[in-house]
């Protein structure tokens, strides 16, 4: 819901500064640089920006925010803004991706226990969790924690940041036993049109438990594919169900095309 209010604020700025003359539109973006600078950080700041012209000062103002990052979750951020406008340097897809790397790369049993149909059992822990956190000597509530937080927000970033060197990493992310890292890497893989995942997609499905299977599913609206559409329709076979994650994702699509429209003249690829 943040992430959606938020973007619903960086389009009505990015809408005021599309129709001001340019000597306005100049102090729109002056403005976001200064909001960028002093902080406090604001996303929605990072969105306006991706919706602005070209100019000369905007990467480096987002490159000196990057090294004043207070936290991770600020570099991240603005490392995926600087991906998405264009900067190809390493040292933004590499901070992005070492982050992604140990979430999906842990193999860590899921913290969530299911029932034998495979719902989610609200308040308890899976056993080989439990029995995983007792071997190594760790707080179970805590590895939830960084299960649940830390990793899902780590894989999302690089997914958003939709780098195509991110491609090998995100395929990798299918085979993790945490499926919250399953839903933002089929998220990263559809946002790169990878329709060859798909494959690695429907076994990750198969694998899923039913708690899981449609936030997995869903994802494929990401494809635009007509093999990720009968796939979704496999594995979601209410149309309702279906009609509704579209909508859901399609209001993202379409926020970012009008950013990159208002940004560059051309529609999204």
Not at 12 to 41: E, H, K, M, T, Y
Not at 111 to 134: R, S, V
Not at 167 to 174: A, K, N, S
Not at 191 to 218: C, F, V, Y
Request: a neutral charge; one cysteine or more.
């Amino acid at each position: 819901m943040r992430h959606l209010t938020s973007i619903k604020r960086a389009t009505s700025l990015a809408l005021v500064a599309i129709c001001l003359p340019s000597g306005r539109a100049q102090g729109v973006l002056s403005d976001l640089l200064a909001r960028l600078a002093s902080g406090p950080f604001d996303e929605s700041v990072l969105y306006s920006l991706e919706a602005q012209p070209p100019d000369p000062r905007t990467m480096p103002a987002l490159k000196l925010a990057f090294e004043h990052g207070k936290t991770a979750e600020e570099k991240q951020w603005i490392a995926a803004t600087l991906l998405r406008l264009g900067e190809n340097s390493s040292t933004y897809f590499d901070y992005l991706a070492g982050l992604a790397k140990e979430a999906i790369e842990d193999r860590t049993p899921f913290f969530i226990k299911y029932d034998n149909a495979g719902n989610a059992i609200e308040g308890q822990f899976d056993t080989g969790f439990l029995n995983w956190c007792a071997q190594n000597h760790k707080d179970p509530r805590e590895i939830a924690r960084i299960q649940f937080s830390v990793y899902l927000k780590d894989v999302r970033m690089l997914a958003y940041a939709q780098d195509p060197r991110a491609v090998e990493l995100l395929r990798l992310g299918l085979e993790s036993p945490n499926e919250l890292v399953v839903v933002y890497s089929v998220e990263g893989l559809g946002r790169l049109h990878d329709g060859a995942a798909l494959p690695l997609i429907a076994k990750a499905l198969d694998h899923a438990q039913n708690g899981a299977r449609t936030a997995i599913a869903e994802q494929l609206c990401w494809f635009r594919l007509p093999e990720a559409e009968r796939l979704m329709e496999r594995f979601i076979p209410d149309p309702h169900v279906r009609d509704f994650s579209r909508r859901q994702i399609q209001m993202l699509q379409i926020s970012e095309e009008n950013r990159l429209m208002r940004r560059t003249g051309k529609p999204m690829q």
